[in-house]
């Protein structure tokens, strides 16, 4: 096996590289994603994971890095336009089709190496989560919503019953119809909650 050189730093060669992570990650889970491993599978020298990402630590940070941009990218290009509770949906749609297509990336979204990457908090700090609490916080502030005492700990609440129903679905014998009922009922539950006129 001829092993590429390490030279290209280039963003299209970081792409590929945090591709076939996810690829790794998805086979074989995150505990087997090394910069060793990686090298291997695409054939380069192992310093070229170095110059390109970094340690193993950088590493699964970015690859979560780049699943919450997948996740920022897809409800960004779907957002212009959408109702607040429409975007509630959407966000948690988007988020769901992400975390049953890389399963074991997200059922390790709270391991330690998930913890040291600070995978909640490249999602709380992302503009798509943002866009997210904004819209909530808008409601609240039109009075389409109720007003909480601290509204950052709604959007928070808001975005653990999004995950939680989730992590049931990926982590049970759930079906895809099934799961994706599930978490469209929790959230029309979760909506008729912050609307001030539930009925409606």
């Known amino acids: 096996m001829n092993q590429q050189p390490s030279g290209d730093c280039s963003p299209a060669r970081r792409q590929?590289?945090?591709?076939?992570?996810?690829?790794?990650?998805?086979?074989?889970?995150?505990?087997e994603l090394t910069p060793e491993r990686l090298a291997r599978e695409l054939d380069i020298e192992a310093g070229?994971?170095?110059?390109?990402?970094?340690?193993?630590?950088?590493?699964?940070?970015?690859?979560?890095?780049?699943?919450?941009?997948?996740?920022?990218?897809?409800?960004m290009a779907s957002a212009p336009g959408l109702p607040s509770d429409a975007l509630l949906r959407q966000a948690a749609r988007l988020y769901r089709e992400l975390a049953c297509s890389d399963r074991a990336l997200?059922?390790?979204?709270?391991?330690?190496?998930?913890?040291?990457?600070?995978?909640?908090?490249?999602?709380?700090?992302s503009p798509a989560f943002q866009l997210?609490?904004?819209m909530v916080k808008q409601g609240m502030a039109e009075r389409r919503f109720r007003v909480s005492a601290d509204p950052d700990a709604t959007v928070r609440t808001l975005w653990a019953g999004v995950h939680g129903a989730i992590m049931l679905e990926v982590c049970g014998e759930i079906d895809e119809?099934?799961?994706?009922?599930?978490?469209?009922?929790?959230?029309?539950?979760?909506?008729?909650?912050?609307?001030?006129?539930?009925?409606?």
């Open 48 to 75: 070229a994971i170095e110059s390109l990402i970094g340690s193993q630590r950088d590493l699964v940070r970015a690859l979560y890095q780049s699943w919450v941009e997948e996740w920022q990218h897809r409800l």
């Open 132 to 134: 997210f609490a904004d």
């Open 177 to 200: 119809r099934s799961g994706r009922q599930s978490l469209d009922e929790m959230v029309t539950l979760l909506i008729r909650g912050l609307q001030t006129h539930p009925g409606n």
């Open 16 to 31: 590929q590289c945090l591709q076939t992570a996810r690829d790794i990650v998805r086979r074989h889970g995150l505990d």
């Open 106 to 125: 997200f059922l390790a979204s709270t391991s330690s190496a998930a913890i040291e990457a600070d995978l909640f908090g490249l999602l709380a700090r």
